[in-house]
Structure formats: C-alpha cells, structure tokens
C-alpha cells in the first residue's frame, strides 16, 4: 500500500512539474507581480531619456529575484510590452538600480549589462 502511495506522489509531482515549465510569460509576470514583494523600481521619470526603457521593476519570491520591464513600442513610449527576466543575482539589480551613481553608463547600458541575459524560459 505505502508503494501505491509513493508512485501516486511521484506522478502527482511529475504532473505540476510539467506544468509548471508550460506557463505563459504573462501568467508569470501577473503570477510575480500580484504575489512577489517588490524589492525595488527605476521609475519612467528616472527613464525619461531612455529610448527604449519605460520603468523596471524588481520583486523578490522565494528568494528568488524577477525583474518586470516596460519596454517601448513607440518613439514617445505611449505603447509599451512588459517582458520578465528570472532569477537576477541580487548584486546584479543593486548595480542596475544604482546605476544614476555612474555618470558613465545610462541605465539602458546597465539594463544590457546586468538583465537581459535572465530572460525567463516561458512561453
């Protein structure tokens, strides 16, 4: 009997596992947004030169860091698509969101340097 409950528990997990990696991108982005603490924004008026930046934002579930762009669809930013990027180191947000400190790279060349390469694997 213990064996039935076992192989019940496995194919149980098996089956949230598998759906689990088919999840949207934007069931994600809600899921993250209307659940994770939010650690931290660069705001669109701290964007408002960017060409292609909106706001970002940084929530923190399970000790697991996600980030929410705005990215620009438009010249004057009054269309716009969010993207999410999983898994950033804590180190990494802290240098994007700190990046007004280096008079250097605007947060566009941040965003490049310390983001985009945690785009999420969702659909």
């Known amino acids: 009997m213990k064996t039935v409950y076992v192989i019940i528990t496995i194919l149980i997990l098996s089956i949230v596992e598998a759906r689990a990696q088919n999840i949207t991108c934007t069931e994600l982005l809600n899921f993250v947004e209307e659940n994770g603490y939010k650690k931290g924004e660069v705001s669109s008026l701290q964007l408002y030169d960017s060409s292609w930046l909106k706001s970002v934002e940084a929530y923190q579930y399970k000790n697991t860091i996600f980030v929410v762009a705005e990215i620009k669809a438009d010249d004057f930013g009054f269309s716009t698509q ?39 694997s969702c659909n």
Request: aromatic content about 24%; glycine content about 6%; proline content about 3%.
């Open 82 to 120: 969010k993207y999410i990027f999983c898994g950033i180191p804590l180190r990494n947000w802290e240098s994007f969101e700190n990046a007004w400190l280096d008079t250097e790279s605007s947060y566009g060349k941040k965003f490049q340097k310390y983001i985009i390469n945690y785009k999420c």
